[in-house]
Structures are given as structure tokens and as C-alpha cells.
């Protein structure tokens, strides 16, 4: 089996690096499963947390508390920037806590973490990691972009060196989630998504064009809960009560879509989509703020420094994510 790294980045030569940067629930993290694959080894060498459907503190609450539960308290976690680039505050949106409930894990009830974050901020971590990985570091921001683009901003050479970004967020071909154009992460910090788009050396946005096809139903937490143990009882709980929500704000769908463990899924096989290259950026003024969309003044650039996934192998992706998460809570 992989190693779950620790914060020690010596130890780590023979295999390339994931960061998973999480700003709500458990679904993206319970995704480091995806790390021991048969054809790509990955070292989960840290979570950032960051702001979005929680506070900042309460996502790296829940980071803490649901590695522990998992068997993996060895995993860092990184206290992240509370808001957004632009902004001096943050406060959670109603309809966040209406989707992702209170504590953000669909106010399911785990025991409290028994260890604290690094002293490390976020920031300097990201910037510390990419000095040792270079293009074997694989960052996965499932929430706004605030902590990359700031680590872009203090340190601008590692934009160079940081080897691939596989980011959940934007929409180029379906509707935005928050309005017509806009989707949630995006729209936490879209100067900050606009500076990572612009400066990025290679990055692939997993947006709703292709989350939203990746649906999970009561029938696969009831696999879960038929586990008879605390982390399988944990993931129904909190994805029932996700479930539940989309019946409200997306009935046409027939489950909740899985978001953020698509783009961890992609960052270890990028053979899960089909990828559209293209440069993009995002728009920050006006009242189209926060839409993702090509890049006009590098439209006809023949280097793309970013691509858009289109489509998804949806079958494959779906039991590849129920048998190792499944494994994951059966181990706990």
C-alpha cells in the first residue's frame, strides 16, 4: 500500500506528491484512497484547508477529525487563508449550511480530533512542497483558490516549477451552480482563480460539466452503512443528508454529485476524462464576475496551459470510487 506522508518531505524520493486542499467535506479527503493505485503510486504529503461552505478553522477541524477516523492520523493538515483575496472577512452562506449542514460534513457527529494543524501556514507549506516535489507535485484545491494564487503571488517561480494543478471548480459548457455562470468555488474568489488560470503552467479544471454526471445514491451509502462500523456509519450519514439537499436544489438529478472526489480521482488517472486544452481565464469585473471561459488574448496560443474536462468514463470512475472508499471505511 502507498504511504500517507507525514510532513517529512526527505523521506519521499520514489513517488510523486498529491496536496488536497479542502474547504467542506469529507468526500474529497476520504478520496486519498485513490492515492494506492495499481498503475500510479501518489503520496498524499498534505491537506490545506481553506474557507467556502465552512469556516476555515471548521474545515481543518474536520480534516483533523476525519483522517483520525479513518486510520490515517498521520496525514498534516495546514491552516489555510480565512477569506478570500479581496475580501477582510468571511461568513458561511445559509445555503451552504442547508447543503453541507452546520459543521459541513451534513452535521454528522465524530468524535473531536486528538492532535492540532501544523504550525506551518498553508501558504508556506504549498511553497515549501513544490521546492521539493517540482513536477512531481500533483495540487488539488476543491475550494476557492485563495491559498495557490497567494503562494503563486509570494513565491512567482514556483508557478514554473509546481507540476500540475486538477482543480474542482468552473463550468464552460452547463450553467453555473451559484447562477447562470458561475459556480461555487470560483465564486469564493475569482480574482484569485483568474490569477492561478493566467499564471498556471498546467492545470485541468474539473468543472460541472463533468461532476455532475457523477452521481451517488442512497443506494451506494446504503453499502456503507451496511459496513456496522463508525466510518461506514459516518460517510451514509453525511452523504445521505447531501442527497437530501440535491433532491431540493437539483431534483432532476436523481443523486448528489461527486464533486471533489472526481478531481482527485483525475489528478491520479487522467484517463477518467476527456480534456478539452484550452487557456482560460476568469472574468472579475461586471456582471458576469466569477464565470470560467476562454482566454480571448490567448485563444489562438498554441501552448495551452490549461484544459477543461468534458466528458468522463462515468461507470469506471463510479466503481473505482465505491471499492476503495468502501475498503477504506471497512478498514478503520
Excluded at 97 to 120: K, L, M, S, Y
Aim: net charge negative; aromatic share 8%.
Amino acid at each position: 500500500a502507498a504511504y500517507v506522508a507525514t510532513n517529512d518531505y526527505s523521506a519521499y524520493t520514489d513517488a510523486p506528491g498529491l496536496i488536497v486542499s479542502d474547504d467542506k467535506k469529507a468526500l474529497s479527503i476520504l478520496a486519498q484512497a485513490y492515492y494506492d493505485h495499481p498503475e500510479r503510486q501518489l503520496t498524499l504529503i498534505g491537506i490545506t484547508g481553506t474557507y467556502g461552505n465552512v469556516l476555515m478553522e471548521q474545515g481543518v477541524r474536520n480534516a483533523l477529525a476525519i483522517t483520525e477516523l479513518l486510520g490515517h492520523p498521520e496525514v498534516p493538515v495546514y491552516k489555510g487563508l480565512p477569506h478570500a483575496s479581496t475580501k477582510d472577512s468571511f461568513e458561511v452562506l445559509p445555503i451552504s449550511a442547508f447543503i453541507h449542514g452546520e459543521n459541513g460534513i451534513g452535521d454528522a457527529v465524530i468524535p473531536d480530533p486528538q492532535r492540532d494543524a501544523e504550525t506551518e501556514p498553508a501558504v508556506d507549506f504549498i511553497i515549501d512542497a513544490v521546492k521539493t516535489y517540482g513536477d512531481d507535485l500533483v495540487y488539488v484545491p476543491t475550494g476557492p483558490q485563495t491559498n495557490i494564487a497567494a503562494a503563486f503571488r509570494k513565491a512567482p517561480e514556483i508557478a514554473e516549477q509546481l507540476g500540475k494543478i486538477v482543480l474542482m471548480g468552473g463550468a464552460l459548457t452547463v450553467p453555473g451552480n451559484v447562477n447562470a455562470w458561475t459556480e461555487a468555488n470560483i465564486s469564493q474568489d475569482p480574482d484569485a482563480a483568474d490569477y492561478v488560470f493566467r499564471h498556471t503552467k498546467d492545470a485541468t479544471m474539473i468543472g460541472l460539466d463533468v461532476t455532475l454526471q457523477t452521481l451517488l445514491t442512497y443506494k451506494e451509502t446504503q453499502r456503507w452503512r451496511d459496513l456496522g462500523n463508525a466510518a461506514g456509519t459516518f460517510l451514509a450519514d453525511m452523504t445521505d443528508f447531501y442527497i437530501k439537499a440535491y433532491e431540493t436544489t437539483a431534483p432532476h438529478l436523481g443523486g448528489c454529485g461527486l464533486h471533489d472526489p472526481l478531481a482527485v480521482g483525475v489528478a491520479v488517472d487522467p484517463t477518467l476524462v476527456t480534456v478539452h486544452p484550452i487557456n482560460m481565464k476568469v472574468d472579475v469585473e461586471g456582471p458576469t464576475r466569477g464565470r470560467t471561459i476562454g482566454d480571448e488574448d490567448r485563444l489562438n496560443d498554441p501552448h495551452k496551459t490549461m484544459g477543461a474536462a468534458l466528458d468522463v468514463d462515468v461507470p469506471r470512475f463510479l466503481d473505482e470510487f465505491m471499492t476503495r472508499i468502501t475498503n477504506v471505511a471497512k478498514n478503520a
